[in-house]
């Protein structure tokens, strides 16, 4: 009888932290999302307000530009990152002399902490003294003198490269893992019956790697959707407000405007959209496998 | 005519010599299998005809030609693999359709060929399902169907049965020996199962490290292996092979003697196939021991006796009777063959 009972007292403790750090928070900034608290005013959430923050959220254009600028963000450095790690990977993918250097090489962005590419890539573009603003400056003539991150489309186009940059490693390995699944003779059987290479990659392969390829579009989508330290590290946000995306956004409106029930509640907004891509994920997922296994 | 040369090829992998320089010619017409055990070399010569492997050194002729350098879609030639390699995400007629539509076949054209192939291998009512929703045998149907369907000067086919099970084995490869007599395209098969080689091959191609040991039809092999490696590997149940001497024109083991017509000889191998062997009541036969095992296989009992350590195994009829450990003597057939083979080097003897 006790040892039956044994494994649940063992998970007790564990349950408790995950309750106290993660479902606890998560209950509590719900609530506060219908109610009003100025964070300079009160120690406490104040009265309840309804959905008024909701509705407020709807007309406000900062936080409609903060969308627009998250989704733009997301878009383009999904489709980037994962068109280039599938096409890296299956340059990668076949054993070669130089198989565990190109290997550790591409491992090291990854490893690197998001706040840091930030910081760094600043530095880089900086037209003063950066490396590649006077780099392309010196190859490209017309480029000397560029005010890259002071200019709003360029600061995006810089943003999303760093983020492709720090995830394309990533994002290879798994499409290597994928690649490795695909069994060999598939694609030897077409050569054999006369496909040339491209017809191979679009025809055989790709379409066997649908579901690596759906798993790492998700991934990177959430992760893109939360991406918050190289705003604070490369843009701060600007120019303007040009990049500022919503997890960005959020965190000022809680920690610099200290508006505590408005920034709850567009927290629990971004939280329905991700949450709503990974429900759509999961059924893809499911049925996928049904085909697979029918 | 696709006759097919190998003349003098080789293959390593890296350090590895995997096939050592080899030469074989597979006739126009001719069904060729390469037998041996597992990683003797059989895939990768094969994989080398195909070209999905470079060759180290030497010449691969088809129809006369050299094509060593030709890209495998220019050898005409289908490949049917071990685990079928079928387009997962390709409806049955899709794969049998995808090597015409490479090559640019006309719509209509395409549809009717397919038809027609997937009558042949009993696919026309699975035509519409994926790969996942059929069984092994129709898998490789559909496999066999993909080769066929271009009708290419060679086929090769590298243990497309071993995935399946032992029954539907015996059905398939009827099937492929008539689809052979059927379409009359130079085959070369790989199997590791000497029973799928003799029952399928014009000629059998045995492999041991790398190296062709026996070329010969089926039933030459079986009379007449070159070595001990292949007297032991065809046959089911193998060769008895007794260690012993030769003194005096007499072959001597353990219970065993058997005159011979050879010289003086340290270290030889007798070898006598148990459908060779009588099992008689005469204490002075040539083999003598005490009986260890009776199996009954149906059709026949095979009889196992024991002297010292050798063991030797004869095929009496299915009505044999005898106690275990009781005495039992076996005297070779008129007419039975008897192999000597030297046993330090392998070497046939006699
Ligand atoms: N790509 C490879 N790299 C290194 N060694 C290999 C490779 N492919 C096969 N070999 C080796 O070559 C030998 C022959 O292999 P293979 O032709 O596959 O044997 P079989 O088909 O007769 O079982 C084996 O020892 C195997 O380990
Ligand atoms: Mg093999």
Known sequence: ?????????????????????????????????????????????????????????????????????????????????????????????????????????????????????????????????GVIANGLGAVFPALQGVPWLADPQLAMGILVLTDVWHWTPYMTFMCLGGLASIPRETEEAARIDGASNLRIIFGIILPQMRGVILVMAVLKTIFALKMFDQVVTLTGGGPGTSTETLAYFIFNVGFRWFDMGYASALAWILTAIMMFISIWYVRMLLSERKMATA | M?????????????????????????????????????GCGKTTTMRMIAGLEDITSGDIMIKGERINDKPP??????????????????????????????????????????????????????????????????????????????????????????????????????????????????????????????????????????????????????????????????????????????????????????PVDLADHDGVVLGIRPEELDITQDPGAAISGKLYALELTGESTLVTLRNGPSSVCARGHADFEADIDSPCHLAPKEGARIHLFDRATGERLL
């Open chain 1, 1 to 129: 009888m006790k040892d039956r009972l044994l494994p649940y007292w063992l998970l007790i403790p564990a349950f408790i932290i995950v309750l106290a750090t993660t479902i606890y928070p998560l209950a509590y900034s719900f609530i506060t999302s219908f109610r009003a608290w100025d964070l300079t005013k009160s120690r406490r959430p104040e009265g309840f307000v309804g959905l008024d923050n909701y509705i407020y959220a709807a007309s406000e254009s900062q936080f409609l530009n903060s969308l627009w600028v998250t989704f733009i963000f997301v878009i383009t450095s999904v489709i980037l990152t994962v068109i280039l790690a599938m096409a890296l990977a299956l340059l990668l993918r076949r054993k070669g002399p130089m198989h565990t250097f190109t290997r550790i090489i591409l491992i090291l962005p990854f490893a690197m902490s998001p706040a840091l590419i930030g910081v760094s890539y600043r530095f880089m573009f900086n037209p003063e003294f």
């Open chain 2, 2 to 38: 696709a006759e097919v040369r190998l003349v003098d090829i080789e293959k390593k992998y890296g350090n590895f010599l995997a096939v050592p320089k080899q030469s074989l010619t597979i006739h126009d017409g001719e069904f060729l299998v390469l037998l041996g055990p597992s």
């Open chain 2, 73 to 258: 879609k220019d050898r005409d030639i289908a490949m049917v693999f071990q685990n079928y390699g079928l387009y997962p995400h390709m409806t049955v007629r899709q794969n049998i359709e995808y090597p015409l539509k490479l090559r640019g076949m006309p719509k209509a054209d395409r549809k009717d060929r397919v038809r027609e192939t997937a009558e042949k291998v009993e696919l026309d009512a699975l035509l519409e399902r994926r790969p996942s929703e059929l069984s092994g045998g129709q898998r490789q149907r559909v496999a066999l169907a993909r080769a066929i369907v271009r009708t290419p000067s060679i086929f090769l086919m590298d243990e497309p049965l071993s995935n399946l099970d032992a029954k539907l084995r015996v059905t398939m490869r009827a099937e492929l020996k008539h689809l052979h007599h059927e379409l009359g395209v130079t085959t070369v098969y790989v199997t590791h199962d000497q029973m799928e080689a003799m029952t399928l091959a014009n000629r059998v191609a045995v492999m041991r490290e790398g190296k062709i040991v026996q070329l010969d039809t089926p039933k030459k092999i079986y009379a007449e292996p070159a070595d001990l490696f292949v007297a032991g590997f065809i046959g089911s149940p193998s060769m008895n092979l007794i260690d012993g001497a030769v003194k005096d024109g007499v072959f001597r083991a353990d219970g065993v003697e058997v």
